[in-house]
């Protein structure tokens, strides 16, 4: 079975240390259908002005590839920022696989965003861990950006490719789990992040891709 991997661009915003960063989501098509990976920026007008929001709408970006959210069959989302999930609501008819522990983070830390997604009505596949979606699309726990945060691996024949989410915000985290200078924001908890970082290399991904950086690593 063959899977293919699409990158998305949703947005740019203006990241931690004040450069333009891009906000990507993934399409990966498989033969029954596809899964969006992260949905893009929305909420509260405050936060998109906060963070000098270029926002594009995903029905827009899924048209440049012929697609519509109803070709979407199901969504994750690697973490509950407002950037990875702000777009949920066009895909009501979707289920989003979400960590059971990411969700309570949200409510906990940001009970205003999660009104405002008014995430109770939504159709959640709540997830404890590790778990294969679909053959060869599996999600790991990767907690430490955020308590529930996961990554998404696509397997192919002898290949992998890594969708890290906000795990590293660029391939120099990537690269450099170890440094003392760390961005703003990459790690809520630091020693369980550089837990989930050393698993991500154990993984030997063949390539990374990144939400908020257009470079894809070769591993
Ligand atoms: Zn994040």
Redesign the pocket.
Known sequence: MTLEITRLHLASLQGVDGARWPVHGFVVTHPGGAVLVDTGVGGPQRVLDDWRVVNRSVADALADLDMSPADIGLVINT?L?F??CGQNAVFKHAPFYVQRAELSRMRRESPQLYDWFDFMNARFELLDGDAEVLPGLEVIATPG??AG?QCVVVRGDGSSDLLI??AAYTPRQYADPASERLPA?QASDVPVWRDSMRRIHSLRPERVHFCHHTEIVHG
Request: proline share 0%.
């Open positions: 973490h920022h950037d990875h950006h955020t945060h989410g906000d924001g």
